[in-house]
């Protein structure tokens, strides 16, 4: 009997990052917005990295980006990812300033550049909805 696939590990909501998996789930891409400085906050965190403000509100964004800089894996770092072996590992400047740790899906990983324009792309699992990208 062969073995089931393992599973990829994904990311728990925690109480500062529930408000935005919940609103992936509806496919709205929501960040913290500082309410003293305007600098928008990922991941979701009590304090502000500018200015230390506990202040904010959730602000709805706008799901587009650019790549900053990306990496293809070919070795196995976990089992529950052999199966997309090789896989894209991409670091996507969101229009409104932070970084996400991403993958692009939709192109090729000899086809992404860095400066590409991407567009948020949900991959809905059964507890959590993630936010992938794929180009404009
Ligand atoms: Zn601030």
């Known amino acids: 009997?062969?073995?089931?696939?393992?599973?990829?590990?994904?990311?728990?909501?925690?109480?500062a990052s529930q408000p935005f998996w919940d609103s992936a789930e509806r496919g709205e891409f929501?960040?913290?917005k500082c309410s003293d400085?305007?600098?928008?906050?990922?991941p979701s965190r009590q304090h502000c990295d500018r200015c230390l403000s506990t202040e904010y509100t959730w602000e709805r964004?706008?799901?587009?980006g650019t790549v900053r800089t990306f990496g293809i894996m070919h070795q196995r770092y976990h089992p529950g990812f052999?199966?997309?072996?090789?896989?894209?590992?991409t670091i996507v400047e969101l229009d409104e300033g932070p970084r996400l740790p991403t993958n692009l899906v939709g192109v090729?990983?000899?086809?992404?550049?860095?400066?590409?324009?991407v567009v948020v792309d949900w991959e809905r699992h059964s507890d959590v909805t993630l936010p992938k990208f794929r180009p404009v």
């Open 108 to 117: 090729s990983n000899a086809a992404i550049r860095v400066g590409m324009p």
């Open 61 to 64: 964004a706008s799901g587009r």
């Open 30 to 32: 929501m960040l913290m």
């Open 1 to 15: 009997m062969a073995d089931a696939p393992t599973e990829k590990p994904l990311p728990e909501p925690d109480e």
């Open 37 to 42: 400085c305007g600098a928008f906050r990922l």
């Open 82 to 89: 052999v199966p997309d072996l090789p896989y894209n590992v």
